[in-house]
């Protein structure tokens, strides 16, 4: 089956500095990849589509200034948290579509800005 | 703009007993849901979406486009399906999702 794989899966970091997530389709390739938030007990929401060759698509109120999407190539998008304050804490879920649309979902990566 | 509501938070159920968890969406042209469940300290995945029509792990769901419903139903629940589950909706091509709230469904032994 499909898989996908996030790295660092936790990243704690001072507030002010930059962080960036990978996030890789192992055994498949993806044109579109989706970052995704999840702040404790809360519900998942949609940040941005990654489009490989193209600009990321944000949703409305997410700064893509702040959120740096680069989708580098068919098996790998970054997200990279700049200028990190102790808000962004938050778990950050990547998912890409494979065989029939489906989306298959990484592990997440837990950020913790102190 | 689509929206996805799971009024339940949480859920509790004795072994044996019928679940349903509820979900609601609002999108006025085809959408197309999913429920996707999320073990415990496991990365969410597909539980089973509407097209499919089909019974997975037990758990099956129909879309009551009257009602704007998809309601996830199992008639014996395991311990085992004790999980975060969440009513997922996609529109259009691109296949973004817009989740619902999520309700944990917690069965007791």
């Known amino acids: 089956g499909a898989v996908v794989s996030q790295h660092p899966s936790w990243v704690i970091c001072k507030s002010g500095t930059s962080v960036k997530i990978e996030c890789r389709s192992l055994d498949f390739q993806a044109t579109t990849m989706f970052w995704y938030r999840q702040f404790p007990k809360q519900s998942l929401m949609l940040m941005a589509t990654?489009?490989?060759?193209?600009?990321?698509?944000?949703e409305q109120g997410v700064e893509k200034d702040k959120f740096l999407i680069n989708h580098a190539s068919l098996t790998l998008s970054t997200l990279t948290v700049t200028s990190a304050h102790p808000e962004d804490s938050s778990f950050y879920i990547c998912?890409?579509?494979?065989?029939?649309?489906?989306?298959?979902f990484g592990p997440g990566t837990r950020l913790t800005v102190l | 703009a689509q929206r996805v509501t799971q009024p339940e938070k949480l859920l509790s159920v004795f072994k044996g007993a019928p679940v349903e968890l509820k979900c609601n969406y609002s999108y006025s042209g085809s959408p197309e849901l999913f429920w996707y469940v999320q073990y415990s300290r496991q990365r969410l995945q597909l539980l089973l979406r509407h097209i499919s029509r089909e019974s997975i792990k037990g758990f099956t769901a129909d879309l009551n486009k009257g009602e704007t419903s998809f309601h996830l139903k199992k008639p014996f629940a395991q311990e085992e399906d004790s999980a975060m589950y969440y009513c997922a909706l996609s529109v259009g091509a691109g296949n973004m999702l817009t989740f619902g709230g999520g309700t944990r469904l917690m069965v007791k032994p």
């Open positions: 998912s890409a579509p494979f065989v029939s649309d489906t989306q298959y």
């Open positions: 990654s489009n490989e060759g193209s600009k990321a698509t944000y």
